[in-house]
Structures are given as structure tokens and as C-alpha cells.
């Protein structure tokens, strides 16, 4: 459902990416046009079972209007990343002929060895993003050379839980949006009670590259305004930005506000009042697990605090997001039919309040927070209308097929040593501009 399942690495195979991917022409594991006249089309879904039985259904229903189109759904196979079974299909020629999953970082190396179209191509892409309202939306997806790679299917702008029950007993009423308000509750936090935290999460100390969208970049990206930190092979980084975050999370740290240790659902049992938060975890894991957490009572979310001379209120965030593409080595014919597929889905709002009614993922849509099809279902699960407001704030992540090796090395050589107080801000930010323009050249 979430990066974190998917993208642990990326992997390789040994070969090159232009020797791996190449650009066929032809496809050995898509089905071609039928002696019937039916063209049929492999549809490779997320390996999460509310998504693939949105993508099963779907495809059910578009046959019964279109019987010359047969659209096969099946999950991605996630041994042992998703990527990595993408990868191998397309090295030995059984690519699908579309996939959903597909984030920013991905499909820049998967675009660069022309394993993938560019959708704008295909006749009709322009009618689907205007019939389902995203013109917006999908403009921070284009890639560097002008052309769409990739539909995003779901944009889910990143926030911050606190536990507002122990807000209220430090005095405050609401979340606190800046530095100085944040490191005024973990001294606060402290002081009543010495054994709580304001951050407690090992992954702040884990290097693994997919950590940093939760961590990092939630915070760069509110710092620096949405900053772009690589932009084709350029590092662009924002420098003050970077350090006020290194600094915001140094002190932090002197505060002993910050706990790396393995501990059971920290958030969740008290021990730390602040965490992402992403909007599958109210909808199932606290649903069923913590019923005593509660929106607007027991906690609250927020966008990430940001430093104290900007203003929090428009505070960019980190979007866990992803989308679909559709491959090279598809026939013409199979293409035309995967952008029809993907045409009918989203002629209709109702197709996305399904999808969130099944995954609880934000479509990336403008209209999603003023669209009277959604309303309903705001008004059944009132904290999912923060995500849907914060969809504008997400920025989904940096393209750059080197997105491992980049994200690695922020951890590497900067955060995980703040946080275990090894290293300065400023001397954090140039070795890690260091790693990473080495690795762009």
C-alpha cells in the first residue's frame, strides 16, 4: 500500500540499465489480438489485496461495455521487491502491458532505457486527465524531457500525528507548527514526564533509502518550500533549508527528545507524541488495534512544522505517491486499449470513491476535497478530509533513476549522524552533498 512495502532497494540485476530494459518490440508474456478480434491486455496490480480486487473489478465491468477488450489482472509478484519482479518481466521479455505502482524515482530509470511510454503519446491522454480532473495534480509528475511517463493513480500527502491528549496536559490546544513551538513542547514533555519522547521511531537511525520520504523529506520539503533537491543530474538542494532542518533535529536530540531504541507502537502507547502518519493506519491498523485513538480527541494531525521566519499554514510535505504506465514492448494495439481501459475507469468520480472507500489512498485529483462525489465518505471518516485537503502540499519523489543511492546517503552521511549527535548540521549537509554529487556524475 505504501512505499515501505515496495521500495526497500533497488536492485540489481548485473547488467546495465540500457542492456537490462532495452526497447523491444515485441512481447512474449502479453497476449496478442485474438482470432475473435479481442486484444488482450495484462494488467499488473500493487501486491495489496484491496488493490487488486479494485483493479479485478474494474477490469469486470469495462469488458461488459467493451467486448473487444479483455484486460487479465494479477498482483505484482513482491519477492523481493516489486521493482525487482518488474525488472526481471522486462529482462526476459514477459513485461505486462500496463502496471500500477510505479513511483517518480522508478519510472525515471525505467523512462530512461525506454521500457516505458510516454502516455501523452497515446490518443486520448489528454481527454483523461481533463475527464477526471487533474490538471494540476499531474503537472509536478512531468518529467524533464516534457513528456507524462506516468498517471498518478493515488497522491497521498504525508502528515504528522501528535497525540493530542498529551498536548492538552502540557497546556497546549493544538498541534505546534513551528521549531520554536515544537522544541517548546519536548522541553515541556520533559519535564512532566522524563521517560516520554517527542520523536521515538528507529528508523530515524536506519540509513535504508525509502525511510528518508518519511523522515527527511517531510521536513526539507515544508524548510525549503517544496525544493526539488535533484533535478536531472543536478544537485539543487536547498543549503538553508537542509541545515535548519539538521539543526531543528540536533536539538532535538540535546533535548532528549528523541528515542531510536526498539519499542512497541511508540505513538500508539504513549511513549512518543509525534509521528508520520499516513492514512491507512487510522483507517485499519488503529481502527482495530487502538479504538481508544481517536481524531480530534486522542490525537491530531498536521502538516510538518517549519522553520519560525515561514509561514506553517501552507507547508509543503513529502506525497507518497504513485501511479500508472504502460510498456514499450506492448503492441500499438495494446496500448490504444490500456489507455481506453484507463479512460473508462476514471470517466466517473464514482470509480475514485471506490478506491478510497476500499484503499482509504487520496486520489490525485484537484476536485478531491470540493467534489460533491466524495462528500459522503468525508463526512463517514472526517480525518481523511485532512489528507484530502493536504493533497495540493505533497510533493511526490525527486525523478531520478539514483533515488536509492541519493536517499541512502542522506542518511548515511547526514540525518542518522544528527540524530545519534556523531556530526554538525553544516558539516552534515556538504558530506552529504558530497556523496551525492559523486554519485550524479
Known amino acids: 500500500m505504501r512505499f515501505k512495502k515496495t521500495a526497500t532497494l533497488m536492485v540489481t540485476l548485473g547488467l546495465s540499465a540500457t542492456a537490462l530494459f532495452g526497447c523491444s518490440t515485441g512481447n512474449d508474456g502479453s497476449a496478442k489480438k485474438s482470432d475473435d478480434g479481442v486484444t488482450t491486455i495484462e494488467f499488473w496490480a500493487a501486491p495489496n489485496p484491496t488493490q487488486q480486487a479494485f483493479w479485478s473489478d474494474m477490469a469486470k465491468e469495462f469488458?461488459?461495455?467493451?467486448?473487444?477488450?479483455?484486460?487479465n489482472v494479477s498482483a505484482i509478484k513482491e519477492s523481493p521487491t516489486s521493482e525487482a519482479s518488474?525488472?526481471?518481466?522486462?529482462?526476459?521479455?514477459?513485461?505486462?502491458?500496463?502496471?500500477?505502482?510505479i513511483n517518480r524515482g522508478f519510472g525515471a530509470l525505467l523512462a530512461e532505457s525506454k521500457a516505458i511510454v510516454p502516455l501523452n503519446k497515446i490518443e486520448g491522454f489528454e481527454e483523461l486527465v481533463s475527464t477526471r480532473q487533474m490538471t494540476d495534480t499531474i503537472e509536478s509528475w512531468k518529467s524533464g524531457d516534457g513528456s507524462?511517463?506516468?498517471?498518478?493513480?493515488y497522491s497521498n500527502s504525508m502528515l504528522f500525528g501528535w497525540r493530542l491528549d498529551i498536548l492538552n496536559e502540557l497546556g497546549y490546544e493544538e498541534a505546534p507548527k513551528t521549531y520554536s513551538e515544537v522544541l517548546d513542547v519536548a522541553q515541556k514533555l520533559?519535564?512532566?514526564?522524563?521517560?516520554?519522547?517527542?520523536?521515538a521511531k528507529?528508523?530515524?537511525?536506519?540509513?535504508t533509502a525509502w525511510k528518508r520520504w518519511f523522515d527527511f523529506f517531510m521536513l526539507y520539503n515544508a524548510a525549503s518550500d517544496g525544493n526539488a533537491f535533484v533535478q536531472g543530474s543536478e544537485f539543487v538542494g536547498d543549503k538553508k533549508a537542509g541545515i535548519e532542518v539538521f539543526e531543528f533535529i540536533q536539538n532535538l536530540v540535546n533535548e532528549d527528545a528523541v528515542l531510536t531504541a526498539q519499542v512497541t507502537d511508540p505513538f500508539e502507547e504513549g511513549t512518543g507524541i509525534f509521528t508520520d502518519v499516513g492514512p491507512w493506519t487510522p483507517g485499519s491498523t488503529w481502527k482495530e488495534k487502538y479504538p481508544e485513538l481517536v481524531y480530534g480527541e486522542t490525537y491530531t494531525l498536521s502538516l510538518p512544522p517549519v522553520p519560525d521566519n515561514m509561514d506553517p499554514e501552507n507547508a509543503k510535505t513529502f506525497a507518497d505517491a504513485k501511479g500508472v504506465v504502460i510498456y514499450a514492448?506492448?503492441?500499438?494495439?495494446?496500448?490504444?486499449?490500456?489507455?481506453?481501459?484507463?479512460?473508462?475507469?476514471?470517466?466517473n468520480p464514482d470509480a475514485d470513491l471506490k478506491w478510497l472507500e476500499v484503499t482509504d489512498l487520496p486520489p490525485a485529483r484537484d476536485d478531491l476535497g470540493t467534489n460533491d462525489a466524495f462528500?459522503?465518505?468525508?463526512?463517514?471518516?472526517p480525518v481523511m478530509k485532512a489528507y484530502a485537503d493536504a493533497v495540493a502540499n505533497g510533493v511526490p519523489p525527486m525523478e531520478n533513476s539514483k533515488y536509492n543511492e541519493i536517499q541512502t546517503y542522506i542518511g548515511q552521511y547526514a540525518f542518522n549522524k544528527i540524530v545519534k549527535g556523531e556530526i554538525d548540521p553544516t558539516q552534515a549537509w556538504d558530506d552529504m552533498v558530497k556523496a551525492i554529487e559523486g554519485e550524479l556524475k
Open 375 to 381: 462528500a459522503s465518505y468525508f463526512e463517514e471518516k
Open 63 to 71: 469488458e461488459k461495455e467493451n467486448s473487444d477488450i479483455k484486460v
Open 202 to 207: 528507529p528508523d530515524l537511525a536506519d540509513p
Open 190 to 199: 520533559k519535564e512532566k514526564y522524563p521517560d516520554k519522547y517527542l520523536w
Open 148 to 153: 507524462q511517463y506516468i498517471f498518478p493513480i
Open 329 to 347: 514492448s506492448a503492441t500499438e494495439e495494446e496500448q490504444k486499449a490500456a489507455m481506453e481501459f484507463l479512460t473508462w475507469v476514471y470517466s
Open 86 to 101: 518488474i525488472q526481471s518481466a522486462i529482462a526476459a521479455k514477459q513485461a505486462p502491458t500496463m502496471s500500477e505502482n
